[in-house]
């Protein structure tokens, strides 16, 4: 049966051995991962960025995704049947704002002339060439029919009739019997009222100009993408107009910017590199004891450098091995090396601080065997809780997070690969050196510290190097540093201080109030203008969208798919009942909105229509479309021949405009709205659909993702947490500190104006593989102390591992600190999630967490295994009285444990591994029983004899052969 911690003893004792190995045999256990990464990085030169944001940052199983393609598939869009605002995959577009200055009415004439002119410049001045031939506009356009390019030609018809007094009624504009939807063209309108209660336009403040290019065959998009980027670099040297200010955008803007974003990537991510190697070097000095002087034998800086590289070879590795196997790449995965590297960083500094905490008498094999023992349940512990944290978020169905997860997460774990293969065969190369005396850089030997006073300036400050002390008990040879001694001799003792135990208890209170006052106001959702970088010319048509164009007029369509028989009047008044529904929500702009061709119809034929109930109607129904063939109205209507060899109406559409979508709340509601009324007409297979609703959908999706992956990864955590850690109450602590981390990261994330989105989602994830780190390694070390008392626990845990969490901590911060000021809501997203994560955790894992288990896990919740110098070892022993005597010891009597019955005697003994049985000196440690119901019986003993050798004996009988197990 699977007992908790039942990994802790096997594991510590493979590492054991295999450290002692790996120092036998350095040199294939560098060359090996060397040659590996070298081959995995082969995948650079193919590496392929798919930068389609609505792919990347809409879930898989989005709703939209399924009405764009239904959609699509009834109406796909050719080169000559293309109806402005009913496209759906249209790839190449470019969009043009145009504004009225100082707050002035667009339709105005001396406003259309503007606006004419810029838009006479680009059908005509924009070039392009592909093949010595030159593209404009005209010849790149979607054409609709006989009509031609999509023109924006209404402008200057709506201008002219307002200027000449005629009433322009919005949001639909009629005149006659023929008319069009301006609502989604003209934005900041404001209203009047007609004589019959009609809306009428009194002023406007922009006008939408749409650009709609060829996008099949693959050389037309390839040139209609030429376009765009000219189109890009006119417009953003185009003169400034006194009349109208103009923003622009296009179908590559988005990826653009995200390439954008990973290019300003690569500079921050030197300086985090550089500043990482000088803090790992600065880390790695170690003085001459009691002198200003450097220790360059106990300093290891090349060794720090190259830690660092280590994990840079893990993240060369993942990438170039996943790009191989065919995984698509996408520019997020940039900001993922910032993390690795920190993580790679803090176990570098786990490693190093057990091989220092070893006995520097012992051999190179007994050390690096010792290190890995001591750290391979905190390593283990960090790589499996980071790498399993971000596995969990490989099931999320948002593509961009499910790509940087599995990137990241390999990474981590190729970084934790080498760290137990590369880096433990560099550190024990590093041990030997030391243990010859050698200089860490120069590998020459250095002067020994009590030839300081004899040695010149130089020697003293470049070729000083401290020797280990011939006898192993000596405290030279486990010096600690100066920050482990504060944390043990300072900083534990303050904290258990009853009066900072209180203030720390009030401290986190406060801290949870916040946290949770801040998830409650929590918000969703990733907007497309945050994808972009601060500076991008999109950002600020994007903002023009929301204040002139989505407050109203933006239209949503809505297809029956399985409409019924409409030549029943009683079947097309439902129809019309199902429009009214969807017209009259609180996001519909009403029935003046609905664009038909149904009641459009209705007012060509006048009552003739409406009463008509026989086939009939489907012949008006063609000859209708036939004499409005210019117009939309056909390509809304889906004809298929039936049995009788006539035709009938399979599939139709009409749109419906829409109102208070600005915010995401709003869209998101409004998604909602729309769907639930489709859902009343189920029967008829009623689908709604507007490209918003991609990322609308990301929205609802996020919240119940990012629960999912949590859940699941702090159950995964606990699994870890109860396997390694040999204490089940101590894994529950360990769970509590993980909920507290991640609620305040939440809250406070919210609260520095943070919303919970694909980008937030990713540093969560990993917050919680974050908070494992800090919290377990604290646990670890109080559960294993010896110490009887739980302020002495806490002063151990701290000594052992407080310094190595706050190296951890502070490497990852510097690694991201130079993220903080780059201008994209992504990246400092990622910052300061990121920040939160390392500073809540490492204020658990250094104050709450020790606190909370000195007051809650003490006694018999404690395992109190032997100093990390000592082996247990024990040995069956029969009934009767022993003595145990050591031929060059005089004779000494150890007191037995005594268990009656069936049970035999059990003697524990504990003596350093080096020279096991030639100390003078061993301690024998008392097992407690209970005292027996009965008094024991009488023990014969007899004087001692001195044997030769080490041995147990028998009273009255033979020697007995000693026997050891270890475990």
């Known amino acids: 049966m699977i007992g908790f911690g039942c990994l802790e003893r096997p594991l510590a004792n493979f590492f054991y051995n295999y450290g002692s190995f790996v120092s036998r045999n350095p040199y294939p256990f560098i060359a090996g991962p060397i040659l590996l990464t070298l081959a995995l990085s082969v995948g650079f030169f193919h590496l392929e960025i798919e930068q389609d944001a609505i792919y990347l940052f809409t879930p898989t199983d989005a709703p939209s995704k399924t009405e764009r393609q239904i959609i699509h598939e009834l109406w796909p869009v050719h080169e000559n049947n293309f109806v402005p605002g009913r496209g759906v995959v249209t790839s190449r577009e470019a969009q043009i704002t145009v504004v009225a200055r100082n707050g002035g009415n667009i339709l105005e004439p001396h406003y259309a002339v503007a606006i004419h002119r810029l838009d006479s410049y680009i059908q005509n001045r924009i070039q392009v060439r592909f093949h010595d031939q030159i593209y404009t506009y005209r010849e790149l356009c979607l054409k609709y029919g006989e009509t031609g390019c999509v023109k924006n030609d209404h402008i200057q018809i709506i201008t002219e009739l307002y200027n000449h007094g005629f009433n322009i009624t919005y949001p639909y504009f009629r005149v006659g019997n023929r008319g069009g939807y301006i609502g989604s063209a003209l934005g900041g309108v404001a209203f009047g009222r007609g004589d019959n209660g009609t809306v009428l336009v009194s002023k406007a403040r922009a006008w939408l100009l749409l650009y709609q290019l060829k996008f099949h065959p693959a050389n037309m998009s390839y040139i209609s993408a030429k376009w765009e980027k000219a189109f890009k670099e006119h417009l953003s040297n185009y003169p ?462 996020v919240v119940p993702n990012t629960v999912q992956d949590i859940v699941v990864a702090v159950l995964c955590m606990l699994m870890i947490a109860f396997v390694l850690i040999p204490q089940p109450f101590c894994a529950l602590w360990v769970a509590f500190t993980i909920g507290s981390i991640d609620v305040g990261v939440l809250g406070f994330m919210t609260l520095w104006g943070v919303n919970l989105d694909a980008i937030s989602m990713i540093t969560i994830i990993m917050s919680v593989g974050f908070s494992v780190d800090y919290a377990a390694h604290i646990t670890y070390g109080y559960v294993i102390s010896k110490e009887p008392l739980a302020r002495h626990r806490v002063r151990d845990a701290l000594g052992d591992l407080g310094w190595p969490v706050v190296q951890g901590a502070a490497s990852t911060i510097l690694a991201v600190i130079v993220l903080a000021d780059v201008p994209a809501y992504m990246i400092v997203t990622f910052f300061k999630t990121v920040f939160l994560a390392i500073t809540i955790g490492l204020v658990h894992g250094l104050i709450f967490l020790p606190l909370m288990l000195s007051v809650f896990v003490r006694g018999c919740c404690t395992v109190g295994y032997q100093h990390k110098d000592e082996e247990r070892f024990t040995l069956p022993i029969p009934p009767g009285s022993y003595s145990f005597t050591s031929a060059d010891n005089p004779v000494h009597n150890y007191g037995t444990n005594v268990n009656y019955g069936n049970m035999s005697k059990i003697a524990n003994m504990t003596t350093p591994p080096v020279a096991a049985f030639e100390q003078s000196t061993y301690q024998m440690t008392e097992v407690r029983r209970p005292p027996p119901t009965h008094p024991p019986p009488p023990i014969p003993r007899r004087p001692l004899q001195p044997p030769q050798g080490d041995v147990y004996e028998k009273a009255g009988g033979a020697p007995l052969p000693p026997t050891r197990r270890f475990f």
């Open 240 to 701: 400034p107009d006194p009349l109208i200010s103009i923003t622009y955008f296009h179908s590559q803007t988005l990826a653009d910017e995200l390439t954008r974003n990973a290019e300003s990537l690569v500079p921050k991510f030197i300086t985090s590199f550089v500043m990482l190697l000088l803090f790992a070097v600065a880390c790695s000095i170690v003085n001459i004891h009691g002198t200003p002087y450097i220790d360059w034998v106990l300093s290891k800086p090349i060794l720090s450098i190259l830690g660092v590289f280590n994990a840079g070879m893990g993240i060369a590795s993942a990438v170039g091995g996943l790009v191989l196997l065919g995984v698509p790449y996408t520019d997020i995965v940039a900001v993922m090396p910032f993390l690795v590297v920190a993580v790679g960083t803090d176990n570098m500094f786990l490693m190093v601080a057990c091989v220092r905490r070893t006995n520097r008498s012992w051999t190179v094999e007994q050390r690096i065997g010792e290190c890995m023992s001591d750290a391979a349940v905190s390593i283990s512990i960090t790589a499996l809780t980071d790498a399993f944290s971000f596995g969990v978020g490989t099931i999320t169905t948002i593509p961009a997070v499910q790509i940087f997860c599995l990137y990241t997460c390999l990474a981590l774990v190729l970084t934790f690969l080498y760290q137990v293969t590369f880096f433990c065969a560099l550190l024990s190369l590093a041990t030997e050196w030391e243990a010859r005396g050698l200089h860490c850089i120069l590998l020459r030997q250095t002067v020994p510290p009590k030839l300081q006073t004899t040695s010149s300036i130089i020697d003293r400050v470049l070729w000083l190097g401290s020797r280990p002390h011939p006898d192993p008990k000596n405290p030279i040879n486990k010096r600690s540093c100066t920050a482990t001694r504060f944390f043990q001799d300072v900083f534990a003792p303050i904290l258990m201080h009853p009066a900072m135990k209180c203030m720390a208890t009030l401290w986190y209170f406060i801290y949870l109030g916040f946290a949770i006052y801040g998830c409650t106001q929590l918000r969703e959702g990733l907007e497309p203008v945050n994808l972009l970088v601060d500076d991008s010319y999109a950002t600020p048509h994007y903002r023009v969208l929301e204040k002139y164009f989505w407050k109203y007029g933006a239209t949503v369509q809505i297809v029956v798919s399985n409409p019924p028989d409409l030549t029943k009047p009683n079947e097309r008044q439902i129809m019309k009942e199902m429009a009214h529904e969807f017209a009259t929500t609180k996001h519909s702009m009403g029935d003046g909105s609905i664009q038909w061709w149904m009641p459009e119809m209705e007012r060509y034929y006048g009552d003739r229509v409406v009463e008509n109930s026989t086939q009939e109607f489907l012949a008006l129904a063609a000859n209708f479309f036939y004499e409005m063939r210019n117009d939309p109205w056909p390509v809304d209507v889906k004809w298929k021949r039936v049995a009788n060899g006539k035709y009938d109406i399979t599939a139709f559409r009409f749109l419906v405009g829409m109102k208070s979508i600005s915010s995401t709340t709003d869209q998101q509601e409004a998604t909602t709205v729309f769907r639930e009324v489709a859902s009343r007409y189920s029967q008829y297979n009623v689908t709604t659909y507007m490209p918003l609703w991609l990322f609308t959908d990301q929205y609802a999706l």
